[in-house]
Structures are given as C-alpha cells and as structure tokens.
C-alpha cells in the first residue's frame, strides 16, 4: 500500500528554469517529511526537510512547501542546473519512534544545457 | 558527511549461492535499516534494527536475514541467492537521539543473480 504518491515520475526542464516535484500523503501520523536527492551509482542523499508546522522552508535554490490539510509538499528547484540531473524522492517518517521512512516513487530530473 | 559503508559495491553471483552483503557505519547510530530499490527506482524497507540484537522485518517480504551483533555492523544475508533476487540493496542509518533523526545512506549494493 502505497502512502506517499510522488509525481511526476520524469521531469525535463532547461537550464534556469524551475523543476516542480510534488507529493502526496495519506497517513496523519507521519512527523517529518524530508527529500532525498540520488545520482547514478550512488546512495540518497538527504537534500532538505519539513516538519508539518512549518509552511515552508528554503535552503539555497531548494525549496519545500508543505500543505497540512491538503497532505500535500513539494520540492522547487530554482534556477535549475544540470547538476541537479538526479532521482528525487520524498519520504515520510512515522512518529511514535518507529522511525520507520515510507518512500515516494522517485522523480527522475534531466536539466537541459 | 555520513560514513556508512557497504560492500561489495557489485556482485554477479550464480543461483543457489549463499551471499552476505556487508554494512557498517562508524557514527554510534543506534537504528540500521536495509531497503530493496527496484530499477525502476522506489526504495522499499526490508529489514530494520532499533540496536544490539534487535532486528525487524520491513514493510516488504524479503527471503533475507540481518543480524545486529554490533552497533557499527548491520550484515544481509541471503541464504539461497535466485534471479529474483536481483536489485540494488541499500542500507541507512538514523540517530535517535538526534533532533529530526535523519536517515543516512551507504552507497549501496547492485547484486545481479544469474
């Protein structure tokens, strides 16, 4: 059972522009809500977080927004790069100290030169 | 930087062969997971730990074994490798003292069983 929709699952942008990822949840108990970024051959990396009593956060040219009662957050990439060419997912961890992550289904950026 | 580790970082192996996959993570995390990621991408959990001796099956099925001995070393065991079998298996840590307990993650394992 899918709990957190991610989409779309490609997205191709040009240089400068803005990359838009979106997810969606269904569960209330998740507590943290963070992006991962993955290149090639390479692990996740955490890119930035939210929690769910805060609206929005920015970090550089990433930004999350984070919609409570709509079960909504996505990532914005600014000024996008082709640097920036990688898998994004979104995660939700469960509270209650399980710590237990339910990932999305992966976005799959191409920055155009 | 987060220093977890997994190796072999590639393994081609025949069917039937028993594999271990190797994790371990200097960092004094108290929590290890392991995850299956389907070419296709999505990461799914198979196996968790809390610590020492404590190991939990995930949200998906898995033929796999883990052990907890020691807080640095979180190894995968597959008794019986089969084609099905391939996929890339990542491992991830998480502090939980930590104040939003992030997830740390090796670099991975691509096992393909032939």
């Known amino acids: 059972q899918q709990q957190v929709k991610q989409s779309p699952q490609s997205l191709i942008v040009q240089k400068g522009g803005i990359s838009i990822i979106n997810c969606a949840y269904e569960?209330?108990?998740?507590?943290?809500f963070p992006w991962y970024q993955q290149f090639p051959g390479k692990g996740p990396a955490l890119l930035i977080a939210i929690r769910p009593d805060v609206s929005e956060k920015k970090e550089g040219r990433f930004t999350i927004s984070f919609n409570k009662s709509a079960k909504q957050f996505s990532l914005h990439i600014m000024d996008s790069q082709p640097g920036d060419s990688a898998t994004y997912f979104c995660?939700?961890?469960?509270?209650?100290?399980?710590?237990?992550?339910?990932f999305g289904t992966g976005t799959r950026l191409k920055v155009l030169a | 930087e987060a220093d977890i580790y997994q190796t072999p970082r590639y393994l081609v192996i025949g069917t039937g062969k028993k594999i271990t996959l190797e994790c371990s993570q200097t960092?004094?995390?108290?929590?290890m997971y392991w995850y299956q990621q389907d070419p296709g991408m999505e990461l799914h959990l198979i196996h968790y730990s809390y610590g020492v001796n404590s190991t939990e099956k995930g949200d998906l099925s898995s033929e796999s074994t883990v052990s907890r001995i020691r807080t640095e070393h979180f190894p995968l065991t597959l008794e019986s490798a089969r084609p099905s079998h391939t996929s890339q298996y990542l491992c991830?840590?998480?502090?939980?003292?930590?104040?939003?307990?992030?997830?740390?993650f090796g670099p991975g394992t691509r096992l393909t069983v032939t």
């Open positions: 960092m004094g995390h108290d929590k």
């Open positions: 995660a939700a961890r469960s509270r209650g100290g399980t710590y237990k992550y339910i």
């Open positions: 991830a840590s998480s502090d939980s003292t930590a104040v939003n307990y992030e997830q740390y």
């Open positions: 569960n209330t108990a998740f507590d943290y």
